[in-house]
């Protein structure tokens, strides 16, 4: 389990825009509100694919209750959506990480192929087929 604030901390020094062993909101404060947005609208729409089954947080300091894989699926993938607000190109590591967790996150996912055949009507008409003749 982690905070969201244990979440932009490492995106951002996956990233390197904070000072190393600081929590990044003493560094910037507006920018790591700007970065809690960010989190807030991949949760949100991590939930809307099914990758996370979770609300997005209300607060920093709010305990995330999701497996630690998807700790880090956010983190890298935070690291990677924010990094051009900071004019920077994530490394070609992070990125590949970054993908790499969402893919296993999406991997997981369970796709529902059941029909409902309730509301289907099936009429049967029925011809009085006479083997014998053929008619």
């Not at 000072?19 to 989190?39: E, I, M, P, R, Y």
């Not at 609208?41 to 089954?53: H, Q, R, T, Y």
């Not at 996150?105 to 083997?131: H, P, R, W």
């Amino acid at each position: 389990m982690a905070t969201p604030q244990n979440i932009i901390d490492r995106a951002t020094s996956l990233i390197r825009v904070r000072t190393s062993g600081v929590t990044f909101s003493t560094d910037d404060a507006n920018k790591n509100a700007d970065v809690f947005v960010a989190l807030q609208n991949m949760i949100s729409e991590w939930g809307e694919d099914g990758l996370c089954n979770i609300p997005a947080p209300t607060s920093l300091s709010e305990t995330l209750d999701v497996p630690h894989g998807t700790i880090r699926a956010l983190g890298y993938n935070l690291a990677v959506e924010i990094s051009g607000d900071f004019g920077i190109d994530p490394s070609p590591v992070v990125f590949n990480i970054a993908q790499e967790t969402k893919n296993r996150l999406e991997g997981e996912i369970s796709i529902d192929i059941s029909v409902d055949m309730s509301d289907l009507a099936f009429t049967f008409k029925q011809n009085n087929y006479d083997v014998n003749t053929d008619l």
